[in-house]
């Protein structure tokens, strides 16, 4: 890109790191998100449902945020597990997207709640995708057997996203053309 990269270091006082890139200004961000790319855009775009995300790190939940507004689906954040099953059984989701790392109750915990109650209850299975820097496949292994679905890494890859819920609702009873059909994404 044209650019430098500098380090400098001194004993016992840690080491600064420059990075020099010619890039014009643009100016200000615009007040409007621009549309996604046409590279980008999403199968579930137009579909009304709704989608929990249970994640605790607020940087997290802005870009999952913002991704899934990019298509029409305004998700209900909550910051942990437990809130998130207190979510599910307060009424009916078409996805959870669910953090594997969260304080008082993780992910696979969540989920095995979920699980448990779905099949006490008689409830619809909920289709549950883990998002999780921890992608190994030994790890992604263990969030399908505590009941998760699927699950999309971190840093979070919008096309990956999209992908993994539309798979998600494709395997859901009735699919997505049932989810168009349900109440608007709260």
Known sequence: MGGTVRAESAPGGGATFT??????????????????????????????????????????????????????VTPVIVGNGREAVAAWAREPWDLILMDVQMPE??????????????????????????????????QVSEYLQSGMDDFVAKPIEAGRLYAVIQDALDRAPGGPAAASGRSAAA
Request: proline residues 9%; glycine residues 8%.
């Open 19 to 72: 990075v020099e890139l010619p890039l014009a200004r643009i100016g200000a961000t615009p007040a409007k998100p621009a549309a996604p790319p046409a590279e980008r855009s999403a199968p579930v775009e137009g579909l009304a449902i709704r989608v929990l995300a249970a994640e605790d790190n607020g940087m997290n939940q802005l870009v999952l945020r913002t991704l899934l507004e990019q298509v029409g």
């Open 105 to 138: 109750m993780d992910g696979p915990t969540a989920t095995g709640v979920i699980r448990a109650r779905e099949r006490a209850e008689g409830r619809a299975r909920t289709p549950i995708v883990a998002l999780t820097a921890n992608a190994m496949a030994h």
